[in-house]
């Protein structure tokens, strides 16, 4: 995998993906950015929250669950001093569907915690992350 970041102007950059997609990363007003995107430890904290949801909906929809919209909602700490690194990250999934198996969902995201989530597993060697969940059945 390899990835290319140019810088635009202030603090703006263009990070380019070996997949082809581009996005604009940026500080704040206060570091000399005129906030035209997230900052970057926003993005690895998106990163996360994407990593492990892709494996959570994979694991559901193996275990033929009938998932009709998943959201996680992440949170997090950073130490004060820098480096500032994350501390805490909290990752709480919603989860609709139709009949899902509570015991299926919690099993679907420790797996990721535990097991799938490159992101999740790199991040929590130096932050503590924990997870929660919440269940909605789909409306007709």
């Known amino acids: 995998m390899k990835a290319r970041v140019k810088w635009v102007e202030g ?5 380019e993906s070996s997949s082809g997609h581009a996005l604009v990363m940026d500080g704040p007003p206060e570091a000399g950015g005129r906030n035209l995107g997230p900052r970057p430890m926003e993005m690895l904290l998106l ?3 994407g990593c492990t949801q892709f494996d959570v909906l994979l ?5 033929r669950q009938a998932v009709t919209d ?5 949170s997090a700490e950073r130490s004060a001093t ?5 501390t805490h990250i909290h990752a709480h999934f919603i989860v609709t569907g139709r009949g899902l198996t509570e015991a299926r969902v919690a099993r679907a995201i420790k797996l990721s915690a535990t097991k799938y989530c490159s992101a999740s597993i790199m991040l929590g060697a130096t932050a503590t992350i924990t997870h929660d969940y919440e269940l909605r059945e789909a409306e007709d």
């Open 59 to 63: 694991i559901l929809r193996k275990a």
């Open 82 to 86: 820098d480096p500032k690194i994350f």
């Open 11 to 15: 603090t703006a950059m263009i990070g």
């Open 47 to 49: 990163g996360m929250g």
């Open 70 to 74: 998943c959201v996680v909602e992440l």
